[in-house]
């Protein structure tokens, strides 16, 4: 199985920014589709952004465009969110999730948190006025 550990999570003035890490186990991390979620008190899971295996072409939600990153270092076994320009709605805890056969789940909607079968443990993201 698959185990995920989530880091980089803290608290933050508005306007500043955070990068968040997910290191992966597994020894085909270059073929995992990777995503992160984000939950905020009271809220559902929401998606936040995904990037796939191979040519690694990335999603964003409406609300992170422009101002997050997705990437990911397939040498490392690790996924990165750099969250720049912060707001006080972005406060959440942050989580990353893996689909390790992205190369096959071809028709799953990378938004979807029904593609993912692992799931790390989150980190608190909370962003200050």
């Known amino acids: 199985q698959v185990q995920l550990v989530e880091s980089g999570g803290g608290l933050v003035q508005a306007g500043g920014s955070l990068r968040l890490s997910c290191a992966a186990s597994g020894r085909t991390f270059s073929s995992y589709d990777m995503g992160w979620f984000r939950q905020a008190p009271g809220k559902e899971r929401e998606f936040v952004a995904a990037i796939r295996w191979g040519w690694a072409s990335t999603s964003y939600a409406d609300s992170v465009k422009g101002r997050f990153t997705i990437s990911r270092d397939n040498a490392k076994n690790t996924v990165y969110l750099q969250m720049n320009s912060l707001k006080p709605e972005d406060t959440a805890v942050y989580f990353c999730?893996?689909?390790?056969?992205?190369?096959?789940?071809?028709?799953?909607?990378?938004?979807?948190?029904?593609?993912?079968?692992?799931w790390g443990q989150g980190t608190q993201v909370t962003v200050s006025l």
């Open positions: 999730a893996a689909d390790p056969l992205g190369r096959i789940h071809t028709t799953r909607a990378v938004g979807a948190m029904s593609k993912y079968d692992y």
